[in-house]
């Protein structure tokens, strides 16, 4: 039941950065995914850019073990022969003169261009100029441009203003990959195509929201970049608050890019600013061998957060005193991504035995098991009299869809797909980014400019002492990190 494959229009997508992780772990494989499942034809073609010195077969070399590695694909199958016929290789520096003219012999003209920057941002705006100064790009070509896009709302309209100068805004496409995952996206369908949870979803039944990304790892063998970065930075600025967007926002008046994105917008417009008693910043500490993150990030007085929880206030109709607590940690005891809406307790309980009684949740499972859990009350099973309990009532789709549903497109495909298709509504508008370093910039700003170090936490844990007493103060608590 998982819907049909419909091949998208013949492209050729030039990736920048072909030789990097990115490209090998997610860009790569999940292409030769929607080749295999016939959504990519063979008159496509991708193209690798990277300073890397070597020829066509050197390229299909490295895709062929990334593949082999990243989809379990021997290499000797005969689709990814067929795939391997579609990838070319043009050696390119960003910041240099020489490729850029073979690069632009090697594009056709009646295709679909698309241009991945999977390169470090600071090239982005190189890559964007060379594109426009050698009319490699037209003006119905498209960029795709990875995060983190800037640093703060200065970078960031920094960036947006080197971009504009040579696309428009409907030619540049802002990944967050959060926003391909398919139960963000369902988060939509359950909201918007449906009666029954709309008129609950506001401030008069919903006690409150939850959020949380939480990953086990640490910040081992990236740490000189998440020093400079953080969890506010990495974590809160765009992939939670895409989530907090979706969440909370509006219905638009259609499923259209535009629309759904100036309803993200105001979502993000109407955020009150964070007291500095709701945010929790926190670090980990050393377990066993493991170092502390300190040690990980190789700055003794590094102040940077590898947790940060904190309470958000929405100041419109709908959401007026419904919190949104959100937090996301390294180093925590299960990695788990997921939203849950906490609905009020009924008004009245007309039950003798109403102890087993506990709010009704909808819990939107991102990872590690995408899903969606609705949990009821209903009667105990058995001969014990009127005794509650609550249910998971299951509507994952893993299971409604059949073994194909358990193999869903991983976010990257989808995005990459929509990019070829012309869609945007997965796709963080340069506003929308702005906004979210509007609301984030004080709150980054006020800690580096006091003295205030962020509190420790056992690794392994779930997170801050500090941020269990934030919901407590409230009289809730938070769920449990499971996987
Ligand atoms: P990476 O492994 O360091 O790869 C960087 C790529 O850029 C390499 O292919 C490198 O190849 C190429 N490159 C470097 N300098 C260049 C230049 N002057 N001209 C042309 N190509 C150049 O980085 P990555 O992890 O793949 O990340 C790429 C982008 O994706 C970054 O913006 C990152 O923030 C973002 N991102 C990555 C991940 C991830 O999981 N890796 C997740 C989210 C976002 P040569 O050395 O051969 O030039």
Redesign the pocket.
Known sequence: MVSRVIPVEDFDLVI????????K??ILPGLFRRYVAGQITDNCRIIG????QMDDNGFRAEATQAIAEFTKTPADDPQLAGFLKLLSYVP?????TEGWAVLKERMRSGVVRAFY?????S?FG?IAERLADNGIADANSRIVV???FGRDLATAKALNATLARHFHEGQIYRID?YLGKETVQNLMAVRFANILFEPLWNAQYVDHVQITVAETVGIGGRGGYYDQSGAMRDMVQNHMMQLLCLTAMEPPYHFDPDAVRDEKLKVIRALEPVGVDDIVRGQYRARGDEPDYLTDAENPDSRTESYVALKVLISNWRWQGTPFYLRTGKKLRARTSEIAVVFREPPHSIFDDDEGQRPNELVIRLQPNEGMNLKVMIKEPGPGGMRLVQVPLDMSFAEALGPEGADMPDAYERLIMDVIRGNQTLFMRGDEVEAAWAWTDPIIAAWENGKDRPEGYDAGSSGPEEALRLLHRDNRRWREIAA
Do not use: N, Q, W
């Open positions: 920048f950065g072909a030789t990097g992780d990115l490209a772990r997610k850019a990277a300073r890397s390119i520096d960003a910041k240099g920057f999977s390169v470090a941002p090239l190189d990875e995060k983190p990959h």
